[in-house]
């Protein structure tokens, strides 16, 4: 069993970074790829960076490309987001997501587990 716990979100300026940190409970979090997602007011959630479960690759969506970063420590169950150079557009209820691999992720199908979601919102 997954049980996905996000944190690390909050009001932060334009221009400015965040990390956010999702820890896993279960036994089995380094066999899952991992990923974030985002979902801003009135729009539909949408994939943000997904990474195998080695680390060792990582997808990100266009929007954040260059600005975000993911990664994982299998041996703390966590994965994070480093987020920099941020928007007002990047304001977002920030889910973490686990999948048997990757391309469930940045295809937003196949979701095995949720995590509830933190708060991240970009505004002077």
């Known amino acids: 069993q997954v049980q996905l716990v996000e944190s690390g979100g909050g009001l932060v300026q334009p221009g400015g970074s965040l990390r956010l940190s999702c820890a896993d409970s279960?036994?089995?979090?380094?066999?899952?790829?991992m990923g974030w997602f985002r979902q801003a007011p009135g729009k539909e959630r949408e994939f943000v960076a997904a990474?195998?479960?080695?680390?060792?690759?990582?997808w990100y969506a266009t929007s954040v490309k260059g600005r975000f970063t993911i990664s994982r420590d299998n041996a703390k169950n966590s994965v994070y987001l480093q987020m920099s150079g941020l928007k007002p557009e990047d304001t977002a209820v920030y889910y973490c997501?686990?999948?048997?691999?990757?391309?469930?992720?940045?295809?937003?199908?196949?979701?095995?587990?949720w995590g509830q979601g933190t708060q991240v919102t970009v505004s002077s």
């Open positions: 997501a686990a999948a048997s691999n990757p391309r469930a992720l940045v295809t937003s199908t196949d979701v095995a587990y």
């Open positions: 279960g036994r089995t979090f380094s066999s899952y790829a």
């Open positions: 990474t195998i479960w080695s680390g060792s690759n990582d």
